[in-house]
């Protein structure tokens, strides 16, 4: 029926074959750890730049730590606490402003202020406005200090103090 004939008819794998599997399913399991190892220890660790500092999100100590993280490595429990990096360099900001002068004629004017948050007062930065807070804050403050400064002098006055 067959044109072949087999030569070799035991199934039982050799000596050297089960040692080769044995060797090949300790290296798959040290593999495997080794990624879990490397991937719980990832999760574990988060790095602050230069130039910026972190505040500490904390859901069983109830929301943002008071301590501010410096540059650097630092350690985390995943899940449980959660990084906020906030950029702490100093940054120029343009408000734009059209306000009265004391002889109530319109002036379009722009203000550049140069700013930086202060470092131990992050957190409740962080808690009371968010990480947007330039956003929220500087426009007001600037507009009320712009309204305030133009409405002393008259448009004459404006033009010829301009520097």
């Known amino acids: 029926d067959t044109l072949f004939?087999?030569?070799?008819?035991?199934?039982?794998?050799?000596?050297?074959?089960?040692?080769m599997e044995a060797a090949l399913n300790r290296l798959g399991r040290a593999t495997g750890a080794l990624a879990v190892g490397t991937?719980?220890?990832?999760?574990?660790?988060?790095?602050?730049?230069?130039g910026e500092r972190a505040v500490m999100f904390d859901t069983l100590r109830g929301g943002i730590l008071p301590d501010?993280?410096?540059?650097?490595?630092?350690?985390?429990?995943?899940?449980?606490?959660?990084?906020?990096i906030m950029d702490i360099?100093?940054?120029p900001r343009e408000v734009p402003s059209v306000t009265g002068t004391k002889d109530l004629q319109m002036v379009n004017i722009k203000l550049r202020v140069l700013w930086r948050p202060i470092e131990e007062?992050?957190?409740?930065?962080?808690?009371?406005?968010?990480t947007d807070f330039?956003?929220?804050?500087?426009?007001?403050?600037?507009n009320e200090v712009l309204?305030?400064?133009?409405?002393?002098?008259n448009a004459e006055e404006l033009l010829s103090k301009r520097e």
């Open 134 to 142: 330039d956003e929220r804050v500087l426009p007001s403050i600037g």
């Open 39 to 50: 991937f719980t220890v990832s999760q574990c660790l988060y790095t602050v730049d230069g």
């Open 89 to 91: 360099r100093t940054k």
């Open 5 to 19: 004939q087999p030569t070799h008819t035991s199934q039982r794998p050799s000596h050297q074959a089960t040692s």
């Open 147 to 153: 309204k305030s400064v133009v409405a002393q002098y």
């Open 121 to 130: 007062e992050l957190p409740t930065l962080y808690r009371e406005l968010g």
């Open 68 to 84: 501010v993280r410096k540059e650097g490595t630092h350690f985390i429990v995943p899940i449980i606490q959660r990084p906020v």
